[in-house]
């Protein structure tokens, strides 16, 4: 059994206010997306779910957010993952009601009916605070992997690159912290370039190109000399391709008129239909020009941007050439 798409990120967001809940703060909307990666498009709809299943409420406001309206160890995992699917009991035949000469019952009925109460059984007894605790176990290392774990090992490639702006960094920084929202067309018009390469020497044509569907962006933080900014975005297509980048850009003061960006973190290149990593020195390639596209396309605009521009929708955005 899985859960659909709607229902793993409602549990990934649970997940994560679970972590937040002894902090005693509402957490953030884009935190729940950065950290889970849930498209910003989408998590105010999987939170909106916890809401109406009476498990978060939401406050407004500059210290507003999300939390659980009661301690993770008192929501179960059943209320999680119905909040997200729906209650699991059925009523209809699990054969479906299609024709056929069975009147009345179907002879899946005597297994799947108690094997479905066992299944909700097992999710009624585990909270959402082991589920947490797990969480933070396999993000420490410390979690022992079953030899029946589904996942493997997602091969990762560290990427790096940087430019020097000729803008002075505390101007730059003023920029950055005025919307760092804007960045988002960038990192998805970055993307397109560097897959663009795929498309030229790929083995399908244009139907390799992938697809933003998340770009998640952190809060600047740090000085006017030294500012980071986290980020992660993820794409996906038609024939199985996942591309994912995730690490942070530095503003580093080079001199009074000179200032450095640097880009680093890990990419998990693109796998093909049964789950195999493609040529790795062409993921090498893709990987480097979506990392240079995306820097070259910020300094181009911070040096074109004016100090007063304050708010994203002031920020001009060169439409991405997919080829």
């Excluded at 899946?108 to 009624?124: C, G, N």
């Excluded at 420490?140 to 702006?165: E, I, K, N, W």
């Excluded at 740090?222 to 994912?244: K, N, Q, R």
């Excluded at 690490?247 to 049964?274: K, Q």
Aim: hydrophobic residues 40%; contains cysteine.
């Amino acid at each position: 059994m899985t859960l659909s798409k709607r229902g793993d990120y409602v549990v990934r967001a649970a997940v994560s206010l679970a972590c937040e809940y002894e902090s005693g703060l509402p957490t953030k909307r884009h935190k729940v997306s950065s950290e889970m990666g849930i498209p910003r498009t989408f998590v105010s709809q999987i939170l909106g779910n916890l809401v109406q299943a009476g498990l978060v409420v939401s406050s407004s406001g500059k210290d507003g957010g999300y939390r659980l309206t009661r301690p993770p160890s008192e929501v179960s995992l059943l209320d999680v993952v119905e909040a997200g699917e729906g209650p699991l009991s059925t009523g209809a035949c699990t054969l479906g009601d299609g024709p056929c000469h069975w009147d009345g019952v179907c002879p899946l009925h005597e297994t799947w009916v108690p094997a479905s109460s066992a299944f909700k059984k097992e999710l009624a007894s585990t909270s959402l605070a082991e589920v947490a605790e797990r969480s933070r176990a396999i993000e420490a290392g410390t979690y022992d992997v079953p030899p029946d774990a589904h996942r493997g090992r997602a091969f990762m490639m560290t990427v790096s690159d940087s430019l020097q702006v000729e803008l002075a960094a505390p101007v730059i920084a003023a920029k950055l912290r005025a919307g760092g929202s804007w960045l988002a067309p960038h990192v998805e018009a970055a993307s397109a370039e560097g897959e663009a390469i795929r498309v030229r020497v790929g083995p399908a044509g244009a139907g390799w190109l992938g697809k933003i569907v998340a770009v998640n962006l952190g809060e600047p933080e740090g000085t006017d000399e030294t500012l980071v900014i986290p980020f992660a975005w993820e794409a996906t297509g038609a024939t199985g391709l996942f591309p994912h980048l995730e690490g942070e850009l530095r503003l580093t003061a080079v001199d009074p008129e000179r200032a450095e960006l640097a880009l680093t973190g890990n990419y998990r290149p693109p796998l093909g239909r049964a789950g195999q990593v493609l040529d790795e020195a062409l993921m090498s390639r893709v990987a480097a020009a979506t990392v240079r596209a995306f820097l070259r396309r910020v300094a181009r605009t911070l040096e074109e941007m004016p100090v007063s521009w304050t708010t994203p929708q002031a920020v001009p955005v060169t439409p991405a050439r997919s080829s």
